[in-house]
């Protein structure tokens, strides 16, 4: 199962709930969404976000995401949640995402996220911060796509 994280930064287990299916006996997508947040908040722990936005009220807010379902989940599994960034600009960062079924062997989905960097104080959208910035270029390395401006 290793190579199906292949390239992802962070990786976390998340078991599946008996209350994440549905009435159609699979785990309802909207679930999805919700691993998702799971793996985007563990980078975001990671990276140091979190603390900084404690400090600073600077942080991010998910501008718009997308999932693409490749197997149904049952209970029980566990899922291993990958995330990455795959592209940083200046006041924002797209990340993937994949859920990987232990019962399967499998990727269940994948998606995607734009995260935009935001002043809570202002509301108004401010640069991805220095430090952040290094700590997300340092952690992805050569697979991240910066964009300068």
């Known amino acids: 199962m290793k190579d ?3 390239g992802f930064s962070v990786v976390t287990d998340f078991r599946v709930a008996w209350g994440d299916m549905d009435s159609f006996s699979h785990v309802n997508n909207a679930k999805y969404f919700t691993y998702f947040e799971s793996a985007r908040i563990a980078y975001f722990e990671e990276t140091g976000i979190v603390s900084h936005m404690d400090m600073t009220r600077e942080g991010p807010i998910l501008a718009s995401t997308q999932c693409r ?6 209970y029980p599994d566990t899922l291993s949640l990958g995330a990455r960034v795959s592209k940083l600009e200046s ?3 797209t990340m993937e995402y994949v859920a990987v079924s232990h019962q399967k062997k499998a990727i ?3 998606g ?8 809570y104080n202002t509301n108004a959208k401010t640069d991805v911060p220095g430090p952040i910035r290094a700590m997300i270029m340092d952690l992805e ?3 991240l796509e910066v964009v300068e401006g």
Do not use: C, S
């Open 108 to 110: 269940a989905a994948k």
């Open 141 to 143: 390395g050569d697979g």
């Open 112 to 119: 995607e996220g734009l995260i935009v960097y935001l002043d």
């Open 4 to 6: 199906l994280l292949e």
């Open 91 to 93: 006041d924002r960062f």
């Open 69 to 74: 379902f490749k197997l149904p989940l049952t």
